[in-house]
């Protein structure tokens, strides 16, 4: 039996135990050092507001048996379970990243509003790479050549890891995990799986699932499956798009559109209130250094706030729909970021605007990826204004804006310890 919890990079954490224990009165504990760990194993040093609990307590793991399904990819006959995660008197740990997302689906609910989202995740299969100093390259499919890139939309580019994406979707249907549509993405090995919307905890619950599965389905193949934002240099970046409808409780209409078909005030204020929060919210969608490669200019990735009707290029897209499936669409988010803070960021964006009234600019009909980045450029210049917006630290919790924010100048540290490719070619003998 594994019982696990996603930490804050959206890591299974958690522990393995026989299903008799699992099912006994036993009560199931963690320690809080993992939601407070840096991906590389590092823990931030107290200040701004973060301070490392000196007794390091126990917290409680309490099983959500909705979530409970089998682990395909097990020889043995093995079961999980997503956990939440409280105190020991039953108080919700603010700062676990399940609960995060809770605390703005309760905001919502509280307004008499229920969120639905539809995630879309995009990865690459590569070689294996067991030494990190080499750069990754495209796995070779069942041709026995390397994949190339430009092979956006195309069967034979998914063809070409059929018994690969056979095992992904027999784990996933082992699992209960729904996968509505699969296409091989612009990147050489590149693939693109989309989501049926749903409630946002059940979502990203699917796609923490869905990343393990994807994992384990490519090592049965010898092939790694990563969710780096930019694995390869020179090829497309990945993203997490996510595209987010608000449906009236009472009713079940979508509060974005009139009776009549048309936009509502309350489309335009959460468009508005993602264009100014989101920027202030990257570091939840571009959580690592290797996610601001992805967002750059004239790339596939939206680096602006801009926001328009079915164009790709702008931050927020408002894809084609009948009135009833009125969506906003943010493609800011990349792959690597952790599915519970990425969909409670974006929805923290969106109810913020709609409870402050805020009025987007003009939607937009040409290019605009290739204008002046309007998002932070790299990640401690996306720490500080994530500090700094108390309406979003308000909505996700204060006591997990410190924590998160402590994580990530501790792994921008780790990363300055690291002498890259670039410095050595061309400061080594110039400088």
């Known amino acids: 039996m594994e019982c696990i919890t996603p930490d804050q990079a959206g890591v299974a954490r958690g522990k393995m135990m026989p299903s ?16 407070m760990m840096t991906i590389s194993g590092d823990y931030p040093e107290d200040g701004n507001g973060f301070s490392y609990p000196e007794d390091d307590g126990d917290l409680k793991l309490v099983p959500d048996l909705s979530t409970l399904s089998v682990v395909p990819w097990e020889e043995d006959p093995t079961a999980q379970v997503i956990c939440d995660l409280v105190h020991q008197d039953g108080r919700h740990v603010e700062f676990t990243p399940r609960n995060v997302l809770r605390r703005v689906v309760t ?37 026995g050549r390397p994949i190339g890139g430009g092979a956006g939309y195309s069967i034979a580019g998914v063809n070409e ?11 996933s249907e082992a699992q209960g995990l729904e996968i509505d549509t699969l296409i091989h993405e612009e ?13 946002p905890v059940e979502l990203a619950d699917q796609v923490f699932l869905f990343k393990r599965t994807i994992r384990e389905a490519a090592l049965k193949h010898e092939t790694y499956a990563t969710f780096m934002a930019k694995p390869i240099q020179g090829q497309p970046g990945s993203a997490m798009h996510i595209h987010q409808s608000v449906i009236d409780r009472k009713t079940g209409r979508n509060v974005f559109s009139n009776e009549d078909g ?39 990735a939206p680096v602006n706030t801009k926001w328009g009707y079915d164009n790709r290029t702008t931050a927020f897209r408002v894809p084609r729909s009948d009135p009833s499936g009125r969506r906003v669409e943010n493609r800011i988010p990349s792959s690597d970021a952790n599915p519970y803070l990425a969909l409670a960021a974006s929805l923290a964006c969106g109810l913020a605007g709609m409870i402050h009234k805020a ?22 210049e996306a720490v500080d204004l994530f500090e700094g917006d108390e309406v979003l630290k308000e909505m996700l919790g204060t006591s997990f804006v410190s924590t998160y924010a402590a994580i990530k100048r501790a792994e921008f540290e780790t990363f300055m310890e690291v002498i890259s490719p670039w410095e050595r070619e061309y400061l080594l003998l110039n400088v």
């Open 20 to 35: 008799k224990k699992f099912t006994s009165n036993t009560s199931l504990a963690l320690p809080s050092a993992p939601f």
């Open 262 to 300: 048309s936009e509502t005030e309350a489309f335009f204020n959460f468009i508005g209130g993602m264009q100014k929060h989101v920027p202030n919210a990257l570091v939840m969608f571009a959580p690592y250094v290797n996610s601001y490669r992805r967002l750059t200019q004239a790339a596939s």
């Open 161 to 171: 890891f059929d018994e690969l994406i056979d095992d992904i979707y027999h784990f």
């Open 187 to 199: 990147g050489a090995g590149q693939l693109e799986i989309n989501l049926r919307h749903g409630n």
């Open 359 to 380: 009025k987007p600019d003009a939607p937009v009909g040409t290019t605009v990826n290739e204008d002046e980045i309007d998002l932070p450029r790299g990640l401690l």
């Open 107 to 143: 905001a919502y609910e509280k307004r008499g509003l229920r969120p639905v989202v539809a995630p879309e995740i995009e990865f690459y299969l590569v070689r294996k790479n067991p030494d990190p100093d080499y750069p990754l390259v495209p796995p070779v499919g069942r041709s």
